[in-house]
């Protein structure tokens, strides 16, 4: 098995030097103690100071068969979940979320987010996740919450790397954890399907209830009219 790992102290993005790194290893990791110019999802920035988390996990497709793709999302998601709630106070792990279809939130503050981008051989996975700091948000999405908060110590983010990229490694030689019934099962288990949540980028932002993931990892929501939709990529916020 061939790794490349990169730990720096400023970057621009994470994600960036990630492509730099990228050549036919089998996996890659690429952190940085902050970024100058963090990307979030649909373009967005990802502010990105000291204090949070910042890295880049890369996966060669050859790790990644279809049907490990297809909920490769959610698995992320668990992924997240499962990670920070070890570094949390058992009494705090309540309050940790999921929300559709990898983001983490402490008492539906948003507390890390996943951009996931092709590059050559590569799925690229970037993680952000407040640590020490639950920065201003500004542009209409979820408000923020940071894992600091709830109990994590703020000398564990190396753990969490670790304990991140160790998962996204072993996953596959775990057939009964990480099949597809059990990702979705386990999945639906972390989701706090009471809460409704606004499609951000559509016109009238409409507020939507969740209902089902199906097993390509789409969302069935409720609108207020008492209509169904799958959603596929849409943002919720
Ligand atoms: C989101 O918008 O929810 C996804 C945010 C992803 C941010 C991470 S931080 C590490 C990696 N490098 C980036 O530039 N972005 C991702």
Redesign the pocket.
Known sequence: MQTSELKLASVD???EAAKGLAASQDFLLVSAEA?T?????RG?P?Q?RPGNI???LGVNRRHLPPARLALLPLEMGLHLWEAAAALLPTDSRKCLTLKWPN?LLIKGGKAA???MESYGEFLLI???INVAAAPEVTDGGTPSACLGQAGMPLDGKDALIDDLYRRVQAAPKDAEAYAAESILLRWQGKVDWDRAHIIRDRPGKPLVLPLAVNGQGHLQVRHADGSREWLVAEYLA
């Open positions: 993005s994470t994600m970024q110019r963090g990307k979030g999802t967005r990802w990105s910042y890295v880049t983001d987010g996943i951009l970037g993680i952000g």
